[in-house]
């Protein structure tokens, strides 16, 4: 039904963001190098980032401004935390 | 959605929400930066507190705030297809999972205090009660405007007025706290 308030893209966004919250869960307890876990676990956050700006704050049909403006935030917030998380800059 | 023309597309909410939105995310981004920069520094001590956090704890709360983000949404879905009395009862389920965070939160707290554990114990659980704070603090603004706009009586907004984009703006508010919340909960909780 499309004018059903609970058929929508809001649900499926839910359960999409659930289970990468479930994924990124199992790969904090997994065994491998906690670098690449935590690589993992920023890619996995910000992908939910962005699902929960494009669809739940809509700018998915938004200005293209404010479309370029989050995204350009996305990859910089992104680029920035994985780039620290991976100790290039040791503070001396 | 590149099929839209420029004139069906919608700015959801007031102009000014979105530059504090912008302003905000730049705010938490240079924090999460230099709650990293300070970890390199000290990555042992950083993963052995880490360790001591309450993780359960912090995946109740993502699931909590996940859900509320969902009835906000389902909320301003329901007020644009005219289903007023719909309006209402799912931003009291957003208000419900808001005050649960808090609660949680609470206890959490509670417990790394009782501890003996406070901001003055080591650079992490300085940045933990920090940034945990800073958030904690959006989630109870966040609650108090969806509890305005729960009390409003839908029935009487008028159609293309100014309820809906005011609804809106709270709407965007309180995601930007739930998308917050989404990278401390990695940072702080679950890099290994």
Same mark, same amino acid.
């Given at each position: 039904m499309n004018d059903s308030i609970f058929s929508g893209r809001n649900t499926l966004v839910w359960f999409a963001l659930i289970a990468i919250t479930l994924l990124s869960w199992k790969a904090g307890h997994s065994c491998g190098s906690a670098s690449t876990a935590g690589v993992i676990i920023l890619l996995f956050a910000f992908a939910k980032a962005r699902l929960i700006i494009s669809e739940f704050m809509e700018v998915r049909t938004a200005p293209r401004a404010l479309q370029w403006l989050t995204d350009g935030w996305i990859i910089i917030a992104c680029g920035l935390l994985v780039t620290l998380s991976l100790g290039v800059f040791q503070p001396t | 959605?590149?099929?839209?023309?420029? $004139?069906?597309?919608?700015?959801?909410?007031?102009?000014?929400?979105?530059?504090?939105?912008?302003?905000?995310?730049?705010?938490?981004?240079?924090?999460?930066?230099?709650?990293?920069?300070?970890?390199?520094? $000290?990555?042992?001590?950083?993963?052995?507190?880490?360790?001591?956090?309450?993780? $359960?704890?912090?995946?109740?709360?993502?699931?909590?705030?996940?859900?509320?983000?969902?009835?906000?949404?389902?909320?301003?879905?329901?007020?644009?297809?005219?289903?007023?009395?719909?309006?209402?009862?799912?931003?009291?389920?957003?208000?419900?999972?808001?005050?649960?965070?808090?609660?949680?939160?609470?206890?959490?707290?509670?417990?790394?205090?009782?501890?003996?554990?406070?901001?003055?114990?080591?650079?992490?659980?300085?940045?933990?009660?920090?940034?945990?704070?800073?958030?904690?603090?959006?989630?109870?603004?966040?609650?108090?405007?969806?509890?305005?706009?729960?009390?409003? $009586?839908?029935?009487?907004?008028?159609?293309?007025g100014t309820a809906l984009r005011d609804l809106e703006s709270g709407a965007s508010f309180w995601h930007l706290v739930d998308l917050l919340w989404v990278v401390l909960f990695a940072l702080v909780y679950l890099m290994p």
């Open positions: - | 959605v590149s099929e839209l023309k420029h $004139d069906e597309r919608h700015l959801p909410g007031e102009e000014g929400i979105w530059l504090f939105i912008i302003g905000d995310l730049v705010m938490f981004t240079a924090l999460f930066a230099i709650f990293l920069y300070y970890r390199t520094a $000290d990555l042992q001590a950083f993963r052995e507190s880490h360790r001591l956090l309450n993780q $359960d704890l912090g995946l109740a709360n993502t699931a909590l705030m996940l859900t509320s983000s969902w009835c906000v949404a389902s909320a301003v879905r329901a007020a644009k297809l005219g289903r007023v009395q719909w309006v209402s009862r799912l931003l009291f389920g957003g208000i419900v999972c808001g005050i649960g965070f808090g609660i949680i939160k609470y206890f959490e707290w509670s417990a790394k205090i009782s501890a003996g554990f406070s901001p003055q114990s080591n650079d992490f659980f300085m940045f933990y009660f920090t940034l945990t704070g800073i958030h904690l603090v959006h989630v109870i603004i966040g609650t108090l405007v969806l509890i305005f706009f729960a009390r409003f $009586d839908w029935s009487l907004a008028a159609p293309g």
